[in-house]
């Protein structure tokens, strides 16, 4: 697979420090639900297996997320590094939205990712399940946006 010539930094090698950056990055990313910023972290030809859906290239990516982010409104991701080695992470996370009849979940998956050496993302294969809940069993509460510094993560809100 190509990369693109950016360079995404950290890059691969990882080190555990870089590697609980790398995914805090991507959370952050994630989190501005901003589908054209978050395709730049992969490669022009990143591979995807999102639930039962596969995609191939950034177009592919920002679309995907366009139609995300119009049906998961009021998106709050927390990711938490699960593993890692020289060029790949493994990532549990957990988000919570709503659809537009108000009805809100939590999402949990799991993700592999593969990165080349410009630390652009060349494969991301998630699994995810939705969990209807009460809005009072909410527990993402910042405003939309980046999750600020002092909120807990995944394992400190025991999810």
Sequence with gaps: ?????????????????????????????????????????????????????????????????????????DYRLIKELWAFGDDRLSVRFAYEWRDDSGHWFRSYGNENWEFDAAGLMRRRLASINDLPIREAERKYHWPLGPRPADHPSLSDLGL
């Design 1 to 73: 697979m190509s990369s693109s010539s950016s360079n995404r930094p950290p890059r691969p090698p990882f080190t555990r420090d870089a590697a609980v950056q790398k995914v805090r990055m991507a959370e952050n990313a994630w989190n501005t639900r901003e589908p054209e910023r978050v395709s730049l972290a992969y490669t022009s030809d990143s591979v995807w297996r999102n639930r039962a859906e596969f995609l191939a290239g950034r177009e592919a990516i920002v679309a995907f997320l366009r139609r995300k982010w119009a049906r998961e409104l």
